[in-house]
């Protein structure tokens, strides 16, 4: 699945492509660029179910497998989440950290961000995308 994406800014955080057009980032990074100290999966969870996101609308996943050992072909299998840049702003307001608060005033994360969020409409609106879905 991540194949499918190809990335389109990664100045601050990454924003990933998908073949729809749809811009999406991806949870672990901005997990990782917010410096929260909780275990990415409970962080994410807990963040879905306290800000009530939707699946496929807010965000989707997909498993990712992951090698450890190359000669044994050993590894593990991790859930990968890819978000909505509205969701990512979102978590990026609710982080209540110094990271949070830089990558929200930050003028051109945000202008971008909006752009192509209002680009994204526009093209849903005019050009019959038809579904508001990111899958």
């Not at 971008?112 to 990111?134: A, E």
Request: hydrophobic fraction near 30%; charge should be positive.
């Amino acid at each position: 699945m991540e194949r499918e994406l190809k990335i389109i800014e990664g100045e601050i955080v990454p924003i990933y492509e998908n073949k729809k057009g749809e811009r999406l980032i991806n949870a672990r990074e901005l997990h990782k660029i917010l410096e929260n100290k909780r275990k990415f999966a409970d962080w994410i969870k807990q963040r879905i179910e306290h800000y009530k996101f939707t699946e496929y609308q807010d965000f989707f996943t997909f498993h990712n497998f992951v090698k450890c050992d190359q000669k044994d072909n050993l590894g593990t299998k991790t859930k990968e989440y890819y978000i909505s840049i509205d969701m990512a702003k979102e978590l990026c307001m609710v982080e209540n950290n110094e990271t949070g608060r830089k990558m929200r005033k930050n003028s051109n994360c945000t202008r971008y961000l909006k752009r192509k969020s209002i680009l994204s409409s526009v093209l849903q609106t005019k050009g019959g995308k038809g579904n508001n879905r990111m899958v």
